[in-house]
């Protein structure tokens, strides 16, 4: 009975920061032991943005993290085009 409630319940999904591609969307976690469902939010980032040819998806607990990383994504797109994402990783692998 509760798996068919949450599947009636309808996600939000938000584009973030306006008009950038960027899109958070809620996500209903697995059911807890104690019976309760968590709500996560998933960011994902479009090919335009990363350079790549799929999307780079993230997961936050909360909208505020959610929202802050999205438009540190989008800023450095912005300022620095798709060389930022190539910089960001490979600060990241150490190369």
Excluded: C
Excluded at 57 to 79: G, S
């Amino acid at each position: 009975m509760q798996n068919n409630l949450l599947r009636s319940v309808r996600l939000k999904v938000l584009e973030f920061p306006k008009d950038s591609g960027i899109k958070i969307r809620e996500r209903i976690n697995a059911i807890s032991k104690q019976g309760q469902a968590s709500v996560s939010f998933r960011v994902s980032l479009p090919t335009k943005l990363t350079g790549k040819t799929a999307l780079e998806i993230r997961q936050f607990p909360n909208m505020p993290l959610a929202k802050e990383w999205a438009q540190k994504q989008y800023d450095n797109f912005r300022h620095h085009g798709i060389k930022a994402q190539e910089f960001i990783l490979t600060v990241q692998v150490g190369m």
